[in-house]
């Protein structure tokens, strides 16, 4: 895949404008401030119909304004999509001119892989943010799992929603609530299952990527950890029954998985330098974009926000030899700094 134009209306900082990229490189310099973070991310939009950056569609509107939209042409003029969010927020995407039924039908259509400062928070932050990356990646390698995961999420906003509204315990319908038990039990062993099988083939791609990016004999490991377990049975919703009623959400399920990231079987985000981290983070992206690439057949657009930060010469150096070598395709690469730019 490769974006030959991009049109932005009142996107972020953007008011309006128009880029046209090299299906190569391309190289984005300007201060902090200026919108070059933006750009990538509108690029990312068109991919995934979301912002990598900003949790609700409404922050991504410019100030002042009510709506925004983008337009991106791909692969000389073969493939036009356009997004926009309207005046009441309500999004449509569209394919050729043609809008999607189902916006979730979008997903796939253009590979793309962002690498930011802010996947530092892969590492540092909750579990919400490593089960998002993975789920991201997982929902492109088959709409099954996209599939059982908005209905997993529909049914647990769904029961937790019974719960708070049901003003005592006495009054729950059990009959109600075992409706939703038994439902979400079968999507969490259908998304369990995948996570697993899907883990060790992420993993083992992972090492291989971060000792060639490390040059080291540092040992590394992706730890799925999961407290749903198919053996304990729908009876474990009745064992948490009364503590999910007065927190009102449910305890027992793949929503609470979570992914270790180690080196040398200690924590990363404990004990590793922040140059280590950064690698740990851009081998996990480049992972991601070579699973992509094998399943969608398509290569991915790579977008490389400031990732030399906090590198030194030689880890550029060999991350710059890594791109040249392997099969990459349509590259961003966005810097604040004019003689590292120059440089690269």
Do not use: W
Not at 270 to 297: D, R, V
């Amino acid at each position: 895949m490769h974006l030959d134009k991009i049109k932005i209306n009142n996107f972020k900082n953007y008011n309006s404008i128009i880029f046209d990229f090299s299906p190569e490189v391309n190289f984005i310099f300007g201060k902090n401030g200026a919108g070059k973070t933006n750009l990538l991310d509108s690029i990312y939009y068109l991919s995934y119909t979301k912002s990598a950056l900003n949790s609700t569609d409404f922050e991504n509107i410019r100030k002042g304004e009510s709506f925004f939209k983008i337009e991106g042409t791909y692969n000389e003029n073969e493939n036009f999509y356009k997004c926009v969010l309207n005046e009441k927020l309500k999004k449509i995407i569209y394919e050729n001119d043609t809008p999607y039924k189902k916006i979730k039908d979008h997903i796939g259509k253009i590979p793309c892989v962002f690498i930011t400062p802010y996947d530092i928070n892969l590492i540092r932050g909750y579990s919400k943010q490593r089960r998002r990356f993975y789920d991201i990646l997982l929902s492109q390698l088959s709409k099954n799992y996209l599939n059982n995961l908005i209905d997993y999420n529909k049914l647990l906003k769904q029961r937790n929603a019974y719960l708070k509204n049901t003003l005592s315990i006495s009054e729950i319908d059990k009959d109600q609530l075992n409706t939703y038990n038994e439902r979400l039990f079968k999507l969490n062993e259908t998304i369990n299952k995948t996570r697993i099988n899907n883990i060790k083939l992420f993993e083992s791609k992972f090492n291989k990527t971060f000792k060639i990016l490390s040059e080291s004999e540092i040992t590394t490991s992706i730890n799925y950890t999961s407290n749903f377990e198919s053996s304990k049975g729908i009876n474990q919703y009745n064992n948490d029954f009364k503590s999910d009623f007065y927190s009102n959400k449910t305890s027992f399920g793949i929503h609470h998985d979570d992914y270790l990231f180690k080196m040398n079987e200690e924590l990363i985000k404990k004990f590793g330098s922040q140059g280590q981290q950064k690698l740990f983070i851009i081998s996990l992206k480049i992972t991601e974009f070579f699973m992509l690439k094998e399943t969608s057949k398509k290569t991915p657009i790579l977008l490389l926000d400031d990732v030399f930060d906090k590198l030194d010469d030689k880890r550029v150096s060999l991350l710059l030899k890594y791109f040249n070598s392997n099969d990459f395709s349509q590259i961003f690469i966005t810097d604040s700094i004019i003689d590292r730019m120059n440089k690269i």
